[in-house]
C-alpha cells in the first residue's frame, strides 16, 4: 500500500526535551511538509523539502529542525526552544510543490 | 486578516440538504485545495483547482479567479458527510499551503 506514515499517534515528553516526529512516504514523491494545527486555528507550514538534501523553512520555523537525507524520509525534531510544542503534527508530500498533497494520519504532541 | 476566509465556521443540517461551504482568500494563487478533516485527525485531499469546476460523486466543487473565491457543495448530504471541511491555497510563487480555519459540519440523521 502506498501512502504517508506518521509515528507515533500520541507523544508525550516532558518540557525542556527535545522529540522527534516520523514521516516516511512510499508515494516516491520528491517534496514533503510539515504542518502544525492548534484548536481554533488553520494548520501552518512549520518547513517542507523539494527534493533530498534540501529544505526551507515555512511560517513557524522557530524551535524546529528537520533533515532530508532519504527521498522517503522527513523527520521533524521539536526541540526546547519552541514555547509551545504542544499541538497536532502532520505531514504531507507531493509530486512537487504544485500538485496534489497527501496527508500522514498525523502526531499528536503532548509536552508537559 | 486571514489571507484564507472560510465561511460558515459551523453548520448543522439535517440529512438530504444540500451543502454549501464557502472559500475567500486575498492572495494570488495557483490553486486552491478542498480538505476533509474526521475526528481522528487524519486529512484527505477532495479536490485540488485552479479554475472552472470539479464534481467528485456528491461533491462539487467551483472556483472564480476573478473574484477569488470558492464554493464546495455536497449534494444530498449524509451523517457520514460530517468532517471539518479546511479550504486551502497555494500561493504563486510560494511553497507550502496557507489554510482556512476550516468549517466544522454536522449532518443529523
Known amino acids: 500500500d502506498g501512502g504517508i506514515t506518521q509515528s507515533p499517534k500520541y507523544l508525550f515528553r516532558k518540557e525542556g526535551q527535545n522529540v522527534t516526529l516520523s514521516c516516511e512516504q512510499n508515494?516516491?514523491?520528491?517534496?514533503m511538509y510539515w504542518y502544525r494545527q492548534d484548536p481554533g486555528q488553520g494548520l501552518r507550514l512549520i518547513y517542507y523539502?523539494?527534493?533530498?538534501?534540501?529544505?526551507q523553512k515555512g511560517d513557524i520555523a522557530e524551535g524546529y529542525s528537520v533533515s532530508r537525507e532519504k527521498k522517503e524520509s522527513f523527520p521533524l525534531t521539536v526541540t526546547s526552544a519552541q514555547k509551545n510544542p504542544t499541538a497536532f503534527y502532520l505531514c504531507?508530500?507531493?509530486?512537487?510543490?504544485?500538485?496534489?498533497?497527501?496527508f500522514g494520519p498525523g502526531t499528536r504532541l503532548t509536552v508537559t | 486578516k486571514n489571507e484564507v476566509e472560510q465561511s460558515p465556521q459551523n453548520l448543522t443540517a439535517q440529512e438530504g440538504e444540500f451543502i454549501t461551504i464557502n472559500c475567500s482568500y486575498s492572495v494570488g494563487i495557483s490553486a486552491l485545495h478542498w480538505l476533509q478533516q474526521h475526528p481522528g485527525g487524519g486529512i484527505v485531499s477532495l479536490f485540488m483547482?485552479?479554475?472552472g469546476k470539479k464534481k467528485h460523486g456528491r461533491l462539487i466543487a467551483t472556483i472564480n479567479i476573478q473574484e477569488k473565491h470558492s464554493s464546495l457543495h455536497i449534494t444530498a448530504s449524509h451523517p457520514r458527510d460530517s468532517a471539518v471541511y479546511i479550504c486551502a491555497v497555494l500561493r504563486g510563487g510560494a511553497d507550502g499551503l496557507t489554510f482556512g480555519k476550516g468549517t466544522h459540519l454536522i449532518i443529523q440523521p
Open positions: 508515494l516516491n514523491h520528491d517534496a
Open positions: 523539502s523539494q527534493i533530498v538534501n534540501d529544505f
Open positions: 504531507a508530500s507531493s509530486t512537487n510543490s504544485f500538485n496534489e498533497q497527501y
Open positions: 483547482l485552479s479554475s
